[in-house]
């Protein structure tokens, strides 16, 4: 833990992240201006640095990025901030470019969030997850067990000459 804050420490950018998206504060000398600043944001490369010198920051990032849905801003005239918009919002990153040190991503404390905050496709899943889990505990059939279950019996109801007593479920 130890080491891992102090490879990020000595990186010339702080990072943070959520499931869905990446920002980071890079520090440029005070009284910079959006001219002076060399910025390029692709769907899998960042670079980022002051025009005519070498770039504070560049190189291949860890997965893809919106690039169209990514954005930066120079904030007091002191550092940029850039919000990369992942593609594959269902995961972390290690690291935000590939050659620099990885942190542990088991360890990420995802913040809470409500149902409500869901796409409807994603809440849906999370939804039928929680209420199979329920149903587990309570020992009843999950939704697929229970599909498997009412075709079964339906199917019994349209056979009644066939004999079920054998079946295995």
Sequence with gaps: REKEAAEQAALPYVW???????DI?????AGTR???LNVVISSKKLKVGLKGKDPIMEGD???SIRADESTWSLEDQKSVEIHLEK??????WEHVLTHHPKIDTTKINPENSKLSDLDGETRAMVEKMMY???QKEMGKPTSEEQKKLDMFKKFQ???PEMDFSKAKI
């Design 87 to 92: 593609v594959n919002q269902m995961e972390w």
């Design 34 to 36: 959006g001219r002076d």
């Design 61 to 63: 990032l860890p997965k």
């Design 25 to 29: 504060s890079i520090p440029v000398p």
């Design 132 to 134: 199979d889990q329920r």
């Design 157 to 159: 109801e349209q056979h």
């Design 16 to 22: 943070k992240q959520t499931i869905a998206d990446v």
